[in-house]
């Protein structure tokens, strides 16, 4: 197979005409502005930018097609899908028909008559107007030495454009004309590029041409575990599994809140395979037909997962203590019936599991393997088939923090398990804020702060050392208002602020968050520590046991 060569106007009009495609399961745009700037570096110096790979189109197509990105819709003229090389020939389109909404592409000419791409990001200002102004006006443009590059287009039939800003940027008629003879040689130089192509006969099965492109789609932006799987899922079944994960997120609009719902769905479909969730499953050749048999059990848990999660006050990912219990707990949530006594058996077994899950270190090592034996396990003590007891509720095995670990517990914003655990069991109960009272929900969430109940300001006014300040044990997630007013106020003061309400709702909402007042009210920074790690202990014991 020898490569051949084609001008890229030669490939812009085979995208404007609809005859070259991209298979639908290709993934979208990968490409930063860096990489799609350092493509135009290569097409204005004449450097090679490596072969695209294509596949000819027959009588019948063996894909289900989509347009470049940008481009003309497509109306059943395909001749070509293009394997391998959408990156690159999707950023060479897109920045040279000013497809970028927040960004415009220039060259930039050196005073040694050198050339060079540079981008603008561009925001939209208060006012209604497209920020940086000069970026759209051709005078201001060309005293940067700059050219748009949507005057370098190949194929358009531009002149008028072209003089029309050559006008407005020059000086005078001499510069005038420079500027449109300089304009003519760079489309000339980009519309002349070459990027060559190998291509696979019309004849080639679609299994071998889903092969070569896994193989060869290795580049500086390789395909994920889940792009192949996309690729596998549309060659195999014909259905677009971006389409399906539209499913899952129509379902449980919530789920994004924890996991990218794509990610979330490889895993419990391998679970429901009785696989690990490792990319090699993945990759497997019959992990694809499996996930979609299994599919309405992978969105249904999915789904469910999310409401059992929101039900524990754990909304978003921040909480989380760790994410490997997501898999496991959406899996086994696709199993239980709905309503009953099944279901609150089960939830009473998933709830112990989701919190031995957030306070052991059975999740610290070989996750994957671990996530499997437990579904596997929880899976036979919910269906009543073993009397076993999951090798994740043994204390002896996995044991639960004692109240001296509790103390050293580090801040719950960093991604420590640990933390995050107490963090999140300081939510269980509704977390109400100091001042206003209000419960902790998935709406309010977003506003809550990270408030030290010590002042950070005050205990190191007192020699405390940092690391002893950012501990769990001394922060519960308040509203910003109320975080502002509680400054650097002894605990004593900013409670007493707060008391009008009454001592004995003042304390309700404090024992939301597992915070004793009497201690808190003393000023006493260690005698505070040592009297929340008892009632946060005893609360971890009655989740977990």
Not at 157 to 165: A, C, H, I, M, S
Not at 473 to 483: E, G, I, R, S
Request: hydrophobic share 40%.
């Amino acid at each position: 197979m020898e490569a051949r060569n084609r001008p890229l106007k030669d490939w812009f009009s085979e995208i404007r005409n609809g005859y070259l495609a991209l298979p639908r399961f290709q993934r979208h745009e990968a490409w930063s502005h860096k990489q799609v700037g350092a493509l135009l570096d290569t097409v204005l110096n004449q450097l090679p930018a490596g072969a695209v790979l294509t596949l000819d189109v027959g009588d019948k197509k063996p894909f289900i097609s989509r347009a470049v990105v940008g481009a003309p819709d497509l109306h059943d003229k395909e001749t070509a899908y293009l394997l391998d090389g959408q990156q690159r020939l999707t950023a060479l389109w897109r920045s040279l028909h000013d497809g970028y909404e927040n960004r415009n592409f220039f060259v930039k000419v050196s005073d040694d008559g050198s050339f060079s791409t540079e981008s603008v990001g561009r925001w939209l200002h208060k006012s209604n107007k497209v920020y940086p102004l000069w970026a759209d006006e051709a005078k201001e443009q060309w005293s940067r030495n700059l050219i748009p590059l949507t005057l370098l287009c190949p194929n358009l039939e531009n002149g008028t454009k072209v003089n029309d800003w050559a006008k407005s940027a020059g000086s005078n008629s001499d510069e005038v004309l420079e500027l449109v003879s300089l304009v003519g040689t760079l489309k000339e130089l980009i519309s002349s590029f070459n990027i060559p192509f190998l291509s696979l006969k019309k004849e080639t099965s679609k299994d071998v041409a889903l092969d070569v492109f896994i193989k060869m789609n290795t580049s500086s932006s390789p395909l994920t575990a889940y792009d192949i799987v996309v690729a596998q899922v549309e060659a195999g079944t014909g259905q677009s599994l971006h389409d399906l994960v539209d499913e899952v997120k129509e379902a449980a609009p919530f789920a994004e809140n924890y996991l990218h719902p794509a990610d979330w769905a490889l895993a419990v479909g391998a679970l429901l395979q009785d696989k690990t969730t490792t990319k090699s499953v993945y990759l497997e050749p019959d992990f694809s037909a499996a996930l979609i048999k299994n599919w309405e059990d992978v969105k249904r848990g999915i789904r469910r997962a999310t409401e059992f999660l929101r039900e524990q006050h754990i909304y978003d990912n921040q909480r989380l203590a760790t994410d490997v219990v997501l898999y496991p707990l959406a899996a086994l949530w696709s199993k239980v019936s709905d309503g009953g006594d099944s279901e609150g058996e089960a939830r009473v077994i998933l709830k112990k599991y989701l919190w031995r899950a957030f306070f052991t270190e059975r999740y610290e090592k070989t996750s994957a393997t671990r996530a499997l034996v437990d579904f596997k396990d929880l899976s036979n003590l919910l269906k009543g088939e073993s009397v076993k007891s999951p090798i994740i509720f043994d204390s002896t095995l996995f044991p639960l923090p004692e109240q001296e670990e509790l103390k050293t517990a580090g801040w719950p914003k960093r991604r420590d398990r640990l933390p995050r655990a107490m963090l999140a069991l300081s939510l269980n109960s509704g977390a109400f804020d100091f001042a206003d009272g209000s419960q902790l929900s998935s709406e309010n969430i977003g506003k809550r702060e990270y408030h030290h109940l010590f002042p950070d300001a005050w205990l190191t006014s007192r020699g405390v050392e940092s690391n002893e300040i950012y501990l769990a044990l001394n922060c519960a997630l308040v509203t910003w208002k109320t975080n502002r007013t509680m400054a650097a106020k002894a605990p004593s003061v900013y409670m007493e602020e707060r008391m009008k309400v009454g001592s004995d709702e003042i304390m309700r909402r404090l024992n939301a968050h597992y915070i004793p007042m009497k201690e808190l009210m003393l000023d006493d920074y260690e005698t505070f520590l040592d009297a929340r790690a008892t009632e946060m202990h005893k609360a971890i014991l009655k989740v977990c046991e």
